[in-house]
């Protein structure tokens, strides 16, 4: 494993930069500690996967990022803001204005087609892509107009990475994106993401327990019990379409 100051990107700006972030979880005397001093940087336009084990702080560490949870100690620096020290109404600005989020599950409305899902996002971005154009990127320029109930969960998850992508954020958080796909349709929806960072110069970061996913990032950070246990720099990404699970 490499440490972070190796990597042949250092010196793009940090996106993100983290220091001694923790993250405890207060119990009847029983405190679960999910994040223990997190010390990182995260860069202009890489892709970042996230490896671990269940309970590893993967998830935390993701959600503090992208405002969705408050660390228990520490800062976390948006460029040159610090998020910790806004409110929720500021991280709600914060969250519209440069982050997509990609989850596990799709969370499309049934009753609206693909093109109607990401409207929804794009009626309030400030400088969207149009939903024709977000779906094109992930190459559903056919299939515009069915509803998720006549998409594969492939195409479902596709339509999810557009929605996402469509308000141009700076950064994609992506939390088990295959988690719920076979090899083959996962790999699509990874190609999917990786056109996004390769057109859009998206920082992506990509949380999975699936190792042969490591291949098409610049770096892997390894988590184990809330800390970082290793980073590893693959000189060369590997397409989403060469590598297999």
């Not at 190796?6 to 993100?16: D, I, L, Y």
């Not at 930069?17 to 500690?33: M, P």
């Not at 996004?196 to 610049?218: K, P, S």
Request: net charge negative.
């Amino acid at each position: 494993m490499e440490e972070d100051g190796k990597h042949a990107g250092e010196s793009r700006t940090p996106v993100f930069r983290t220091v001694n972030l923790t993250k405890v979880y207060r119990g009847d005397g029983n405190d679960v500690w999910a994040l223990r001093g997190i010390d990182l940087a995260l860069h202009e336009g890489e892709i970042v996967v996230l490896l671990g084990p269940s309970g590893s702080g993967k998830s935390t560490f993701l959600n503090i990022l992208g405002g969705l949870d408050h660390p228990s100690s520490g800062q976390v620096f948006f460029r040159r803001q610090e998020l910790t020290a806004f409110d929720d109404n500021a991280l709600t600005l914060y969250r519209r204005d440069h982050i997509g989020f990609v989850f596990q599950f799709y969370n499309l409305i049934p009753s609206l087609t693909a093109r109607e899902n990401v409207a929804l996002v794009t009626e309030i971005a400030a400088n969207p892509l149009t939903p024709e154009a977000a779906l094109a990127l992930v190459g559903l320029e056919d299939r515009m107009d069915h509803f998720p109930a006549q998409l594969s969960g492939g195409e479902q998850q596709r339509v999810a990475v557009a929605r996402s992508v469509a308000k141009r954020p700076d950064v994609l958080l992506c939390d088990e994106p295959t988690g719920a796909l076979d090899s083959a349709t996962g790999i699509g929806v990874l190609a999917a993401i990786e056109g996004v960072n390769r057109e859009l110069g998206t920082t992506a970061v990509i949380i999975t327990h699936n190792a042969g996913i490591a291949a098409m990032a610049d770096r892997v950070i390894a988590f184990a019990d809330g800390r970082i246990a290793g980073i590893s720099v693959n000189e060369e990404r590997l397409p989403a379409h060469a590598i297999s699970w």
